[in-house]
C-alpha cells in the first residue's frame, strides 16, 4: 500500500484554475476523501486501485484529472492544429457495466467540462438503443468514451472507434462489470487497448476475479480503500412481518412517515408492476423502473425519480448500482436481494454524500434465514423490530433458531438482539 498525502482542499489537489471555478459553482466545498487520497496520484499519472462505493465522489477522482490532462494538451498542441483531429480515435475510455451508470457519468463529465467550451467532447455509448445515433456521435472520434462493453465492442466491429491511441482506462465498478457477465467482452476489449496506459480501477468489493484483474491490469498501482467512516450515515432497520402482510406494511410505512421519496426493490420485473398496482389501490402511486422497460422510458423515469417528480418507485436491482439519486430518503427491501453484495449496494442509494439515510428490509418467515446470511457476509447484526399493528406471529420467532442440521453439529441459539444502526461498511470487502 503507497502511502499518499491527503490534500484538504481541492486547490491543493493540483487542479487547473477553470476545473476549480467549476468545482466552486457546484458547490464542492473539499474534497471527498477519495478524491483527497486518489487524485493527486491520478494526476501525476499512476495507476489506481480504488475501493470505493458510488457515493463516494469517485466519479470526479477519474473525470477531474482526465478532463485536465486532455485539456492541456490541447492548448499546448491550438497553435499547430488549429482545427484538432481526433480521427476515429478516442484517448480517456471509461468501462461501465450499465446504460444509466454509462449516462450518469458522461453527464457528469460534461458538467465538469462546461467552462472548456466544447473542446473537449464526451461521448456515451451503451446498448439497448440504435447504434446509428451513437456511430454518428462518434464521427471525428472523442476524447473521452463512457462505453458499456457489449455496445462498444460492436461499434469497434463497424469501424466507428479505435482504442489504439487510449491514454487512461477506466475501470468503473469492476465487480458489478464482472458479476453481470462482461469477463469475455472486457478480455476482447482490452486485447485492444495500447500496452502503455494509465489504468484505474475503481471496485466496491475485490472478489478473486476483480483481483485478477488488478494483477493483469496495473502497473505498480496506489492502492486506496475508503475508510467505513468515510461512508455516509447510514441507518439500517428491518422490520419483521407475516407472510401476506408486507404490502399493507409498506403502505403504511409510506404513509405514516411521508417520505419526500422512496425507492422500493422487489426481485422481479413483474413483481414491480404487481406491487405498483397494489399500492395504487391503497392510494399510493408509484412508477417502476426494470429490465423490460425500454431505454427510453428508463430514462424518463429516472429522470422524473430525480427531480422528485416521482415519489416512490419501484425497481430490480438494475437500479441498484451506480445510480446517484441526490439525497434519497430511504431505501426498503420488500423482498430480499440475492446477494450480499447486492444488499449493499441497494443500500448504497440511500444516505449519499453525507447525507442521512435510512434502509429498510421487510422480512417474513421465508426471508428469515436469508437475512441472517446477508447480515453475516455484510458483517452487521440488527435488531428485529414490529411495527404496531403489523406484529409478526410466533412463527418468525422459530425462524430464529438455527436451521435443522445433521446429527451431532447443533450449535447454541444466538443472541436475538444486537446492536441497531452498526458501522455496515466495516470488513465489508472482506466479507465478498
Ligand atoms: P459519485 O460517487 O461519483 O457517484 O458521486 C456521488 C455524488 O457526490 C454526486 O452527486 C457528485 O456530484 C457528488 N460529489 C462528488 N464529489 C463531491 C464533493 N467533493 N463535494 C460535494 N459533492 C460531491
Same mark, same amino acid.
Given at each position: 500500500?503507497?502511502?499518499?498525502?491527503?490534500?484538504?482542499?481541492?486547490?491543493?489537489?493540483?487542479?487547473?484554475?477553470?476545473?476549480?471555478?467549476?468545482?466552486?459553482? %457546484?458547490?464542492?466545498?473539499?474534497?471527498?476523501?477519495?478524491?483527497?487520497?486518489?487524485?493527486?496520484?491520478?494526476?501525476?499519472?499512476?495507476?489506481?486501485?480504488?475501493?470505493?462505493?458510488?457515493?463516494?465522489?469517485?466519479?470526479?477522482?477519474?473525470?477531474?484529472?482526465?478532463?485536465?490532462?486532455?485539456?492541456?494538451?490541447?492548448?499546448?498542441?491550438?497553435?499547430?492544429?488549429?482545427?484538432?483531429?481526433?480521427?476515429?480515435?478516442?484517448?480517456?475510455?471509461?468501462?461501465?457495466?450499465? &446504460?444509466?451508470?454509462?449516462?450518469?457519468?458522461?453527464?457528469?463529465?460534461?458538467?465538469?467540462?462546461?467552462?472548456?467550451?466544447?473542446?473537449?467532447?464526451?461521448?456515451?455509448?451503451?446498448?439497448?438503443?440504435?447504434?446509428?445515433?451513437?456511430?454518428?456521435?462518434?464521427?471525428?472520434?472523442?476524447?473521452?468514451?463512457?462505453?458499456?462493453?457489449?455496445?462498444?465492442? =460492436?461499434?469497434?466491429?463497424?469501424?466507428?472507434?479505435?482504442?489504439?491511441?487510449?491514454?487512461?482506462?477506466?475501470?468503473?465498478?469492476?465487480?458489478?462489470?464482472?458479476?453481470?457477465?462482461?469477463?469475455?467482452?472486457?478480455?476482447?476489449?482490452?486485447? %485492444?487497448?495500447?500496452?502503455?496506459?494509465?489504468?484505474?480501477?475503481?471496485?466496491?468489493?475485490?472478489?478473486?476475479?476483480?483481483?485478477?484483474?488488478?494483477?493483469?491490469?496495473?502497473?505498480?498501482?496506489?492502492? +486506496?480503500?475508503?475508510?467505513?467512516?468515510?461512508?455516509?450515515?447510514?441507518?439500517?432497520?428491518?422490520?419483521?412481518?407475516?407472510?401476506?402482510?408486507?404490502?399493507?406494511?409498506?403502505?403504511?410505512?409510506?404513509?405514516?412517515?411521508?417520505?419526500?421519496?422512496?425507492?422500493?426493490?422487489?426481485?422481479?420485473?413483474?413483481?414491480?408492476?404487481?406491487? @405498483?398496482?397494489?399500492?395504487?389501490?391503497?392510494?399510493?402511486?408509484?412508477?417502476?423502473?426494470?429490465?423490460?422497460?425500454?431505454?427510453?422510458?428508463?430514462?424518463?423515469?429516472?429522470?422524473?425519480?430525480?427531480?422528485?417528480?416521482?415519489?416512490?418507485?419501484? @425497481?430490480? =436491482?438494475?437500479?441498484?448500482?451506480?445510480?446517484?439519486?441526490?439525497?434519497?430518503?430511504?431505501?426498503?427491501?420488500?423482498?430480499?436481494? &440475492?446477494?450480499?453484495?447486492?444488499?449493499?449496494? &441497494? +443500500?448504497?442509494?440511500?444516505? &449519499?454524500?453525507?447525507?442521512?439515510? %435510512? @434502509?429498510?428490509?421487510?422480512?417474513?418467515?421465508?426471508?428469515?434465514?436469508?437475512?441472517?446470511?446477508?447480515?453475516?457476509?455484510?458483517?452487521?447484526?440488527?435488531?428485529?423490530?414490529?411495527?404496531?399493528?403489523?406484529?409478526?406471529?410466533?412463527?418468525?420467532?422459530? @425462524?430464529?433458531?438455527?436451521?435443522?442440521?445433521?446429527?451431532?453439529?447443533?450449535?447454541?441459539?444466538?443472541?436475538?438482539?444486537?446492536?441497531?444502526?452498526?458501522?455496515?461498511?466495516?470488513?465489508?470487502?472482506?466479507?465478498?
Amino acid at each position: 500500500m503507497t502511502t499518499v498525502t491527503t490534500p484538504a482542499n481541492f486547490t491543493e489537489l493540483g487542479l487547473i484554475p477553470t476545473l476549480l471555478a467549476r468545482l466552486t459553482e %457546484l458547490k464542492y466545498q473539499q474534497p471527498t476523501p477519495i478524491q483527497a487520497q486518489a487524485m493527486p496520484s491520478v494526476l501525476a499519472g499512476r495507476d489506481l486501485i480504488a475501493g470505493a462505493n458510488t457515493g463516494s465522489g469517485k466519479t470526479a477522482t477519474f473525470a477531474l484529472p482526465i478532463l485536465q490532462h486532455l485539456f492541456m494538451q490541447q492548448q499546448a498542441e491550438k497553435p499547430l492544429h488549429s482545427k484538432s483531429s481526433k480521427g476515429n480515435y478516442v484517448t480517456g475510455l471509461i468501462l461501465v457495466p450499465t &446504460r444509466e451508470l454509462a449516462k450518469q457519468v458522461a453527464d457528469s463529465i460534461k458538467s465538469y467540462a462546461v467552462h472548456f467550451n466544447g473542446v473537449i467532447k464526451t461521448v456515451a455509448v451503451f446498448g439497448g438503443v440504435s447504434a446509428n445515433t451513437q456511430m454518428l456521435a462518434l464521427r471525428g472520434g472523442t476524447d473521452i468514451l463512457v462505453a458499456t462493453p457489449g455496445r462498444l465492442l =460492436d461499434l469497434i466491429s463497424s469501424n466507428a472507434i479505435k482504442l489504439d491511441r487510449v491514454k487512461t482506462l477506466v475501470l468503473d465498478e469492476a465487480d458489478r462489470m464482472l458479476s453481470l457477465g462482461f469477463t469475455d467482452e472486457l478480455s476482447a476489449l482490452l486485447a %485492444l487497448l495500447p500496452s502503455s496506459k494509465q489504468t484505474l480501477l475503481f471496485s466496491a468489493t475485490f472478489p478473486e476475479q476483480v483481483q485478477a484483474l488488478t494483477q493483469e491490469l496495473l502497473n505498480d498501482p496506489v492502492e +486506496i480503500q475508503v475508510q467505513s467512516s468515510d461512508a455516509s450515515t447510514l441507518v439500517q432497520r428491518v422490520f419483521t412481518v407475516n407472510k401476506g402482510e408486507k404490502t399493507a406494511l409498506l403502505a403504511h410505512l409510506i404513509k405514516q412517515h411521508q417520505w419526500r421519496q422512496a425507492l422500493i426493490f422487489v426481485n422481479a420485473k413483474k413483481s414491480c408492476e404487481h406491487l @405498483a398496482e397494489k399500492l395504487s389501490k391503497r392510494g399510493i402511486s408509484a412508477e417502476v423502473f426494470h429490465g423490460d422497460k425500454g431505454q427510453g422510458a428508463r430514462t424518463r423515469v429516472l429522470a422524473a425519480f430525480k427531480s422528485g417528480e416521482i415519489e416512490v418507485l419501484i @425497481a430490480t =436491482d438494475i437500479a441498484a448500482r451506480g445510480l446517484d439519486i441526490e439525497k434519497l430518503p430511504v431505501v426498503i427491501n420488500f423482498d430480499l436481494p &440475492r446477494s450480499p453484495s447486492d444488499y449493499m449496494h &441497494r +443500500i448504497g442509494r440511500s444516505g &449519499r454524500a453525507g447525507e442521512v439515510g %435510512l @434502509a429498510l428490509s421487510l422480512i417474513d418467515v421465508e426471508d428469515y434465514h436469508h437475512f441472517k446470511v446477508i447480515e453475516k457476509k455484510n458483517k452487521v447484526r440488527l435488531e428485529r423490530e414490529q411495527v404496531a399493528g403489523f406484529e409478526a406471529d410466533d412463527s418468525i420467532l422459530a @425462524a430464529e433458531k438455527p436451521m435443522a442440521k445433521p446429527e451431532g453439529s447443533g450449535k447454541k441459539k444466538r443472541k436475538q438482539k444486537t446492536t441497531i444502526n452498526a458501522d455496515i461498511w466495516s470488513g465489508y470487502s472482506e466479507a465478498e
